[in-house]
Nanobody
Framework: QVQLVESGGGLVQAGDSLRLSCVAS????????VGWFRQAPGKERAFVAA????????SYEDSVKGRFTISRDNAKNTVYLQMDSLKPEDTAVYYC?????????????????WGQGTQVTVSS
């Protein structure tokens, strides 16, 4: 079993930055992508960013391109999401997850292991 723990969320003002962390423990998951998703109240869980095991492949949702950066430190079993120039519409619970199957890394159905989430609130 794999456990994921997110941290780093908080209440910030528009234009501020936050860095989220996702620490994995338990069984290793080999060459899996790790993704960040977010869910705002009343909305479905949506893809934010993903990174390959090597870190050489990354993918971003269009609205966060140029503002968010995903990275990983495999020695620490940690994936980060650096969020700059935050906007009120970025407000959501942010989850990290490990891909378990299926080629579409933006589809949350292809991720089996999820953390408990961390709240990000951006005020205007």
């Amino acid at each position: 079993q794999v456990q994921l723990v997110e941290s780093g969320g908080g209440l910030v003002q528009a234009g501020d930055s936050l860095r989220l962390s996702c620490v994995a423990s338990g069984r290793t998951v080999g060459n899996s992508f790790v993704g960040w998703f977010r869910q705002a109240p009343g909305k479905e869980r949506a893809f934010v960013a993903a990174i390959s095991w090597s870190g050489r492949i990354t993918s971003y949702e269009d609205s966060v391109k140029g503002r968010f950066t995903i990275s990983r430190d495999n020695a620490k079993n940690t994936v980060y999401l650096q969020m700059d120039s935050l906007k009120p519409e970025d407000t959501a619970v942010y989850y990290c997850a490990i891909q378990s199957g299926g080629p579409e890394i933006q589809d949350p159905r292809n991720y089996a292991y999820w953390g408990q989430g961390t709240q990000v609130t951006v005020s205007s």
